[in-house]
């Protein structure tokens, strides 16, 4: 389990289905995703989903999945993922569109970029949007993600696409993923720490000004 300000992010459970099934029965969350989320999201879709994410999390290897739960409201609002935990790994995450735009994805996102670097398996952590995704590529920048040229070969896979239609008419087989993100530990150490140093140094001065005003 991993605990941030706001959320736990904990191994999915059966009852996490109602919830999880509105988070992706959404045009506007899976159309961003890999067509494994299918469009429409049926409750059959949702209970494999989350058998085969308590399955994979006793191993690791394939993927770890975890849910996103609100600590004060106890309400399952999206889900983070790691394609295993390999030297290069993978990350995912999708957010109930009701829950957009409140800082969810970076705060998840970067506890898990943490515990990822932590677990000492991972050296560099990667992940792919479609070009139009603001938000995504947005939480990615912010947590020290830079842009990596094209998607390599090894981790194409067919995607929902941000064109298509409602009514699914205009797939896009090619997937809609174009845009490849690279963190190295190294990059990240120094990404995460500037912020710390500037704190010290804030601490310092105003202790100083303290000591000056007394
Ligand atoms: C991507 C996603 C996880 C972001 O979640 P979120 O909780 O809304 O993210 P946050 O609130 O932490 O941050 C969103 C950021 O995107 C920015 N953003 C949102 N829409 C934007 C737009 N159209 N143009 C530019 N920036 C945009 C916000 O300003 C914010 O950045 P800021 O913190 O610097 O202001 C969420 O939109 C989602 O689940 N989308 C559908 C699934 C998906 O795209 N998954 C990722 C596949 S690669």
């Known amino acids: ?18 919830d999880h099934v509105v988070i992706l029965d ?26 085969s994410a308590i399955n994979d999390n006793v191993h690791k290897i394939t993927n770890f999945t975890l849910a996103i739960e609100n600590k004060a409201t106890g309400k399952h ?20 569109e009701e829950f957009w735009g409140q800082g969810i994805g970076y705060e998840v996102l970067a506890a898990m ?30 947590a020290g993600f830079k842009e990596a040229g094209e998607i390599p070969k090894e981790y194409a896979r067919p995607s929902n696409s941000p064109s298509m239609s409602k009514d699914n008419s205009e797939i896009n ?24 140093k500037k704190t010290i140094a804030k601490k310092t001065l105003a202790k100083k000004t303290m000591a000056k005003g007394k």
């Not at 459970?13 to 109602?18: G, N, S, V």
């Not at 959404?26 to 058998?51: H, Q």
């Not at 609002?77 to 109930?96: A, R």
């Not at 993923?177 to 710390?196: D, E, G, M, N, Y």
């Open 1 to 18: 389990m991993i605990k941030t300000k706001r959320f736990i992010l904990r191994d999915y459970r059966e009852k996490d289905l109602e």
């Open 113 to 142: 970029i943490k515990y990822g670097f932590k677990t000492g398996k991972i050296e560099e952590i990667v992940a792919q949007t479609a070009e139009d995704n603001e938000a995504s590529k947005a939480i990615l920048r912010k």
């Open 173 to 196: 087989s090619r997937g809609g993923c174009s845009v490849f993100f690279r963190l190295s530990l190294i990059k990240w150490k120094k990404h995460t720490q500037p912020a710390k």
């Open 77 to 96: 609002v999206g889900g983070v993922k790691f394609f295993g935990l390999q030297k290069e790994t993978e990350i995912g995450y999708w957010i109930g």
């Open 26 to 51: 959404n045009f506007e969350v899976a159309r961003w995703l890999s067509s494994s989320i299918p469009i429409p999201y049926t409750k059959r879709d949702g209970r494999k989903f989350i058998a």
